[in-house]
């Protein structure tokens, strides 16, 4: 059966981050900072608001766009909070999670043998869903020396003739780092001298730390070039909901919509319904969270320094991106070994990518308690390396 096949999806490896979820499965007294999901519960009235669909029977298809009053929520948020200007009518789709957003952005504007240009270390799922398009996805080096941040250096380095499109991701899965408007800037016209469509996964936005979240649309020379996502799993603690977004220019929006018609007809209503409640009513409960999440932050990686993990104090997202070098250890033996030896699943950086190598991710979206205790065991883990 395997000659069944296709080659695509024979050639796109498993997701790294899953094979360690999968090792810890039936294990007992594991502290977990591998799987990127918040540990709070989604917000009662968000909750409420679907439930309260289903009961009234809410339960059919929205348009193939989405929920209009989801829609014209997201126009105004991202206004407000971003500088963005969307048409709901015509800029925005909404998806069965940002996954889905950013496969069918990918899919809208890539053409077999499309160069893609994807970050180094990045989310597991772009550069596979660049293959399954028909594209090449070309790695760009995000260094721990540049904080973790494009440089217009590295960039130049990747760009061909065949470039079509670069995939962003800040704040950043794994490492934590941000692009400041200054940052943006300072790539924005290899961008437009190239002609290339930025394609930016803003969906750790709302947890930016230090400053405020830049998203590249709000810039004039880059706006109609530039594919924003984002949605509602992590800010929102919605992740099972599976409701993200997508934003762009009418004819991309367009090319997006159709796929997104074909392949996913609409999000779910009740999520959608959630969705636009939490946009109304719940930004307290996200203020909370956030906050909690940078008290986490400061706990975890004052923690992991101390024991000799260098560590970058990371600016967004929930995640840390600790080097351990200094153990002698590849990264994947280092979390073969801690998972086994002392219970505490991490996730080897090289699962992001070769730049990744020699780190590992932790999630901090635990509780004090676990992030006190991983960082106990990590320490004796190290303690009793030769």
Known sequence: MRDFVSERARVIPPSGIRKFFD????????????????DFVTPWNVCEAGIYSIEQGVTSYTSNRGYPPLLAALALDLEQKYGLSYSPAEEIIVTTGVSEAADIAIRAVTDPGDEVIVLDPAYVSYAPCVTLAGGVPVPLP??????????????????TQKTKSLVLNFPNNPTGGVMNRDDYRAIADIIVDHDLVLISDEVYSELTYDGTHCS???????????ITLNGFSKAYA???????YLCAPKPICDAALKIHQYVMLCAPVMGQIAAHAALRQAEENKNEMVREYRLRRNLFVEGLNRIGLACHLPQGAFYAFPSIETT????????????KEQKVAVVPGSAFGASGKGHIRCSYATSRQNLSLAVERMGAFIAGLP
Do not use: H, N, Y
């Open 23 to 38: 090792l810890c499965m039936g294990m007992q007294d594991v502290v977990s900072l591998g799987v990127g999901e918040p």
């Open 142 to 159: 995000c260094l721990e020396k540049d904080r973790f941040r494009v440089t217009p250096d590295a960039l130049m380095e990747r760009v």
């Open 328 to 339: 002698g250890l590849s990264d994947e033996e280092f979390a073969e070994r801690l998972l």
């Open 238 to 244: 919605m992740t099972g909901w599976r409701i993200g």
């Open 216 to 226: 590249p649309a709000s810039m004039d020379d880059l706006r109609d070039r530039t």
